[in-house]
């Protein structure tokens, strides 16, 4: 009879081994579902304010090259597409914030569903292409500039000719402009992909 009973203390004292393991594995398992939980609406709130802001300084952007043009007449007046450009370059402006994108590559997939993260990249994406395309015609300008200064020929006496130069940056504001007002337009028409529901 001693025996019998040290073997059923031995089972039920395993029993409550393993029934202590099993429950303290399920309790971890459910607190790092809740925390994977709060990691994940942590980043998609990181990320989506950041697109928030980036989508308020575009916006900034806009309202500053177009607020000379909005209020006159629609036939009159009307700014080229170069004069739009050459404000465009002209108007100080940092570059997208892309930090916190940046940062939460290692979790994105978990945190957002794939449509969204598609959609994340693609705003990224035009945001980076309105940037290149300041890039492109800051850097035409200036090659522009250079061309103009360097074109200036010394005639006999006093007076200056001109000889014929490259012109990159009329050549190329509006075809460059048209891109980035198309990019700016589907931002603002897209709006932010998290906060879509």
């Not at 399920?26 to 697109?51: D, H, P, T, V």
């Not at 570059?95 to 705003?123: H, R, T």
């Not at 940037?131 to 103009?148: A, F, H």
């Not at 460059?176 to 700016?184: F, K, V």
Request: aromatic residues 8%; contains cysteine.
């Amino acid at each position: 009879m001693d025996i019998l009973q040290t073997l059923i203390n031995g089972a039920f004292g395993l029993l409550g081994v393993i029934l202590g393991y099993v429950l303290s594995e399920q309790a971890a398992k459910r607190r790092e579902e809740r925390e994977r939980g709060r990691r994940n609406e942590s980043s998609r709130e990181l990320i989506a304010l950041e697109i928030d802001m980036n989508i308020k300084e575009l916006k900034e952007l806009w309202d500053e090259i177009s607020k000379d043009w909005k209020d006159q007449d629609e036939l009159t007046n009307q700014p080229s597409k170069r004069d739009l450009a050459k404000k465009f370059i002209e108007r100080p402006f940092d570059a997208f914030s892309k930090k916190a994108f940046e940062s939460q590559y290692p979790i994105m997939a978990d945190a957002l569903n794939s449509l969204e993260v598609i959609q994340v990249f693609q705003f990224y994406d035009r945001l980076k292409g309105v940037e290149n395309i300041r890039e492109k015609l800051d850097s035409s300008m200036q090659l522009q500039m250079t061309e103009e200064r360097n074109a200036v020929v010394e005639t006999k006496g006093l007076s200056r000719a001109f000889k014929p130069h490259p012109r990159p940056f009329d050549n190329q504001a509006a075809g460059l402009w048209d891109e980035c007002r198309s990019l700016i337009s589907q931002t603002f028409a897209k709006g932010n992909p998290i906060r879509k529901k």
